[in-house]
C-alpha cells in the first residue's frame, strides 16, 4: 500500500530565502508525482507534475526534482515572498490510477 | 488546462436528510473520476474510484451504502452523502483522469458539507 510522507510539517521562514519541501512514497511503481498549493479553506492549485520518465520540471520559481528508485522528490522554492504561504501537498499516482496525498507542509513567509 | 467544476460549493443540511455532489469534466471526456474527502487541517483521503458505466470501487473503511457514486457519463460523476449526520461535515473534492495518455489529474474546486 502506498504511503507519502512530507518532511517538514510546518515550516516558518522569513520573506527571500530559498526553501527545500521534501516528499518520500513507499511503492516506486508510479505514473506520476504531482505538487499542490492549497490555500485556507480553498481548493487545490496544482504546481508541478513530474512523470515517472522525467526527472524534474519547473516553474517560475519552484523546481521539483523526483527520484524514482529511492522514492523522493523535493520542491525547491527560490526567493520566498509571503503570498507563498499555504500548505503544500505531495500526490503520487500509482496502480489504477489512484492518487494517494501526503499530509501535506504548511509553510509561512514572513514580511 | 482542463477544467473540473463542482457543484454545490457549500451546503448546509440538516441531519438525517441526503445531499448530492456533483463533479463536472468541462472540456474533456474523464475515463476515471475520484473522490476525496478532506478534514480541518489534514490531508485528502482517497474515498473511492469512479468509472463510466461501472460500480465505484470503494477505499477501506468508507461505507458505499452511505456514500453513494454514479458516474453515468464520461463527464459527470454525483457523490450522494446519504442519511448525513454531523461527522459527515467535510471538505468533498473530485477529480478527473483525462484520456490523453498523460494521466495528469484535475482537481473541482470543492464542495464543503456542513451538517447541522
Known amino acids: 500500500k502506498q504511503e507519502v510522507t512530507q518532511i517538514p510539517a510546518a515550516l516558518s521562514v522569513p520573506e527571500g530565502e530559498n526553501l527545500v519541501l521534501n516528499c518520500s512514497f513507499t511503492?516506486?511503481?508510479?505514473?506520476?508525482l504531482q505538487w499542490f498549493r492549497q490555500d485556507p479553506g480553498k481548493g487545490l492549485t496544482s504546481l508541478l507534475l513530474?512523470?515517472?520518465?522525467?526527472r524534474e520540471q519547473t516553474s517560475g520559481r519552484l523546481n521539483a526534482s523526483l527520484d524514482k528508485s529511492s522514492g523522493r522528490s523535493t520542491l525547491y522554492i527560490a526567493a520566498s515572498q509571503p503570498g507563498d504561504s499555504a500548505t503544500y501537498l505531495c500526490?503520487?499516482?500509482?496502480?489504477?490510477?489512484?492518487?494517494?496525498f501526503g499530509a501535506g507542509t504548511r509553510l509561512f513567509v514572513k514580511a | 488546462g482542463a477544467v473540473v467544476s463542482q457543484h454545490p460549493s457549500r451546503v448546509i443540511c440538516k441531519s438525517g436528510t441526503s445531499v448530492k455532489i456533483e463533479c463536472r469534466s468541462l472540456?474533456?471526456?474523464?475515463?476515471?473520476m475520484f473522490w476525496y474527502r478532506q478534514f480541518p487541517k489534514k490531508s485528502l483521503m482517497l474515498m473511492a474510484t469512479?468509472?463510466?458505466?461501472?460500480?465505484?470501487?470503494?477505499e477501506q473503511g468508507v461505507e458505499k451504502d452511505k456514500f453513494l457514486i454514479n458516474h453515468a457519463s464520461l463527464t459527470l460523476s454525483t457523490l450522494t452523502v446519504t442519511s448525513a449526520h454531523p461527522e459527515d461535515s467535510s471538505f468533498y473534492i473530485c477529480s478527473a483522469r483525462g484520456g490523453d495518455g498523460n494521466n495528469e489529474q484535475f482537481f473541482g474546486p470543492g464542495t464543503r458539507l456542513t451538517v447541522l
Open positions: 513530474i512523470q515517472s520518465s522525467q
Open positions: 472540456d474533456f471526456q474523464a475515463t476515471t
Open positions: 511503492d516506486s511503481a508510479i505514473y506520476n
Open positions: 500526490a503520487v499516482m500509482g496502480g489504477g490510477f489512484k492518487t494517494i
Open positions: 469512479s468509472n463510466e458505466g461501472s460500480k465505484a470501487t470503494y
